[in-house]
């Protein structure tokens, strides 16, 4: 049995945590590779984040007759070379990922690669299921990192059709005439953009009577009005089983008009993510779990058992890979400073869809502000109204605001439209560095007429003293 300083377990964010200075520390990275080619480097590299991104900018170019045509532009879309597209976007990633195996397997003396399924057999005790037969490893400390997967929903005859998940979807043969989406969540909402815009007829399915239900409520209204324009959208259903019909599957559901059957030639669960601490069966390892599955943590990422961190997926409320690097980032310190801890922030994480339009959003809610009764004022902005927009024609993004009356400090801020990602960057940062909404508008220059004239006008709206 061999012993370690340290057993990282997943090599996405954990594998970011190896620096120079961990250059004396005898290292294990435990990874049983993710996606259909068991890749290594996590799902924001293989199955997520990158892939994902590479794919909706590439949807985004093939959307653009639909945004010439109000410009006065008569574009064509003549084609979409699909597997050149997957070829295109794979090539680039499995080689980083391939690159980034050989140098933790090769190229660092100082960390040995165990490739399998790693399960706790005891306190701080591993048994990784490699190819050549299970090997145990313990540790002083170890780091949790394992991430999450694709979560089934109970549904009927789901195990008996081929259906994709976003593990899979990206690596598809041959774009399907029509593809049903189950969940209108981010997955759902990112991959309706994708394939829709390739020329694929898309079914978003949803439970609840919006899409995209977690943002500001205005914000998922305006969402849904424009997805129901572009794509089939059936909201408020409950699909009750799904069969295959020849080449094709049927989905069958229960809504608010009764019984209906939706068909398509490709079903893509898109229903949520559970943490992977099952698979490692973190009870073994005398590892508490939340509620809902996740290793529980303190705010300075211990896990329940001195010696034991979690970070990411595996362990946060938040899945999204700029909180698993910062959590990373504070695991890192406290395990070579282990006497001066450091706690994760997470008072203001941001988050952005990447569909069309794109949704950006950080801190509260209108809702969340009103249920937990905290005093607030609101602003809008449209697009519309500002320069740049003028310039899209953009008739129907807009940016929400909540701040606090008295301090004029920003609460929450909400975008959807055209770059609402990269937009809402000098909001987060306000907020982080505690600049009120007032200072914010008025002691700097804004580019003129570039998009962010949007925030400042919003910003301005504010009915603040
Ligand atoms: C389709 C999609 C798009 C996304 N897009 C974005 C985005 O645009 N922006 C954003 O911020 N976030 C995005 N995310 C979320 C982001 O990818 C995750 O939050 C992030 O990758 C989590 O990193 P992690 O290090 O916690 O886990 P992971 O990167 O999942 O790493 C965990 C690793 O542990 C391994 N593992 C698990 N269990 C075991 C075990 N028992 N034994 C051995 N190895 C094991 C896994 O195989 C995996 O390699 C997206 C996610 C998906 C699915
Ligand atoms: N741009 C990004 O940052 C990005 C992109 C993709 C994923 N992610 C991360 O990955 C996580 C998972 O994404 P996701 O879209 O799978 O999950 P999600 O939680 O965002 O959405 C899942 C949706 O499926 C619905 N649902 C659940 N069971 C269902 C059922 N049986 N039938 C119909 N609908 C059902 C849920 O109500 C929810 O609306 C996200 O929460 C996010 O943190 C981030």
């Known amino acids: 049995m061999r012993h370690f300083d340290l057993v990282i377990i997943g090599s996405g ?67 979409v070379r699909w597997r050149e597209i997957r070829d295109r976007i794979f090539e680039r990633i499995d080689t980083i990922s391939a690159g980034g195996r050989h140098y933790r397997a090769e190229e660092s003396p100082n960390v040995t690669l165990f490739t399998g399924v790693a399960t706790f057999s005891g306190v701080k005790r591993l048994t990784v299921e490699t190819e050549g037969g299970p090997e145990t ?26 259906y994709w998940t976003s593990d899979t979807v ?10 049903i ?30 899409a995209l239900r977690a943002e500001d409520a205005d914000i998922a209204e305006r969402f849904t009005e424009i997805a129901t324009r572009k ?47 099952d698979l490692l069966d973190a009870p073994a390892g005398g590892i508490e779990l939340t509620a809902d599955g996740k290793v529980k ?88 109204a500002v320069a740049y927009g003028w310039a899209m024609e953009d008739t129907t993004g807009f940016a929400k605001l909540l701040a606090d009356p008295r301090t004029g400090l920003i609460l929450g801020a909400h975008i959807i439209g055209p770059q609402a990602p990269t937009v809402i960057q000098p909001l987060i940062q306000a907020m982080h560095f505690g600049l009120d909404a007032r200072s914010m508008a008025k002691g700097q220059y804004w580019i003129h007429p570039a998009m962010p004239e949007l925030v400042e006008n919003a910003l301005l709206n504010l009915p603040l003293d």
């Not at 969540?185 to 609840?208: D, Y």
């Open 170 to 179: 990206m690596r598809l043969d041959e774009l399907p005439r029509r593809m």
């Open 231 to 277: 794509w089939d959208v059936r909201l408020n259903r409950h699909a009750t089983s799904v069969e295959r019909d020849g080449d094709g599957i049927v989905l069958h559901l229960d809504g608010p008009d009764g019984a209906e059957s939706v068909p398509g030639d490709a079903l893509l669960v898109a229903t949520g993510r559970r943490p992977n601490a």
């Open 13 to 79: 964010s954990g594998n970011s945590l190896l620096d120079e200075r961990f250059d004396g520390w005898n290292v294990a990275i435990v990874d049983k590779g993710i996606g259909p080619n068991d890749a290594y480097g996590g799902t924001c590299l293989n199955v997520g984040c990158i892939p994902t991104k590479m794919f909706v900018h590439t949807a985004d170019v093939a959307a653009g007759p639909a945004a010439g045509e109000r410009l006065g532009v008569d574009l064509e879309l003549r084609g």
């Open 137 to 162: 490893i313990t540790a002083d400390r170890f780091v949790i990192a394992a991430g999450g997967r694709p979560d089934l929903p109970d549904l009927p005859g789901l195990l008996d059709v081929p």
């Open 297 to 384: 943590v303190d705010s300075t990422q211990r896990a329940s058992v001195e010696g034991v961190w979690a970070l990411g997926d595996v362990s946060s409320h938040f899945e999204l890979k700029h909180v698993a690097n910062h959590e990373m980032r504070v695991v890192q310190h406290n395990l070579l400073h282990p006497d001066d801890p450091i706690e994760s922030d997470h008072r203001f994480v941001p988050h952005a869809v990447f569909s069309a339009p794109q949704i950006a959003a950080v801190g509260l809610t209108e809702e969340q502000a009103r249920r937990r009764g905290i005093d607030h004022v609101v602003s809008t902005q449209d697009y519309a």
């Open 181 to 210: 989406i189950m969940g209108t969540g981010f997955v759902g909402a990112e991959f309706a953009h994708v394939f829709s815009s390739l020329g694929v007829e898309v079914t978003l399915v949803g439970r609840s009577g919006v």
